[in-house]
């Protein structure tokens, strides 16, 4: 079955801990994106990556890290410095060329901070 | 102003009626525009993309462009129970590759 998988699927972390989400897909896609999505919001970019080993900030990337070692993979951390960091987090992909703006999503992973 | 703005509803049609969503956006080079389905708790699935002004169908759905005005629409024909979900409009961002504004969405209830 070719997608994108998140994992876990609920998450909870205590006060000043770094927690990592995972994203994969088979997709063989070339750019993958984080979003955050908070109730009655829509999403909001965290973090992009067009290839692997390169990344960029999206519009809210403070209190995030990520990383693209693989071209199937892109983990983010929810580090302490996140602030307020409960929230749904969706992961997604595009393919290249035709189609290429065209985003795919993951099923989520919803953070809750204890 | 927000870059792609939607009314937040929630909408309610009786179920057979149109549902009509709105979408406008503010970079007037947009290309690439997005409808997406979520229903509550779960992610977010594409429905239509639309690149063209004028109507484009698909089944029970069409999505309507108009660059000149700046928006974007879906129409819902024959609306089901099932369709009650929140609708997201997406915009592309111009010369930033793949990358999409979301407005907040739309909550659409069909009754039975």
């Known amino acids: 079955d070719g997608g994108i998988t998140q994992s876990p699927k609920y998450l909870f972390r205590k006060e000043g801990q770094n927690v990592t989400l995972s994203c994969e897909q088979n997709l063989n896609h070339d750019a993958m994106y984080w979003y955050r999505q908070d109730p009655g919001q829509g999403l909001r970019l965290i973090y992009y990556?067009?290839?692997?080993?390169?990344?960029q900030k999206g519009d809210i990337a403070e209190g995030y890290s990520v990383s693209r070692e693989k071209k199937e993979s892109f983990p983010l951390t929810v580090t302490s410095a996140q602030k307020n960091p409960t929230a749904f987090y969706l992961c997604a992909s595009t393919p290249s060329g035709a189609g290429a703006d065209t985003q795919y999503f993951g099923p989520g992973t919803r953070l809750t901070v204890l | 102003q927000k870059e792609v703005e939607q009314n937040s509803g929630p909408l309610s049609v009786p179920e057979g009626a149109i549902a009509s969503l709105n979408c406008t956006y503010s970079?007037?080079?947009?290309?690439?525009f997005f409808w997406y389905r979520q229903y509550s708790g779960k992610s977010p699935e594409l429905i239509m993309s639309i690149y063209s002004n004028g109507d484009k169908e698909d089944g029970r759905f069409t999505a309507q462009l108009n660059k000149a005005s700046q928006y974007v629409s879906l129409l819902i024909r024959d609306s089901q129970p099932s369709d009650s979900a929140t609708y997201l409009c997406a915009v592309n961002r111009l010369n930033q590759g793949g990358k999409l504004i979301f407005g907040q969405g739309t909550e659409l209830s069909v009754k039975p």
């Open positions: 970079d007037r080079g947009s290309q690439s």
């Open positions: 990556s067009q290839i692997v080993n390169d990344f």
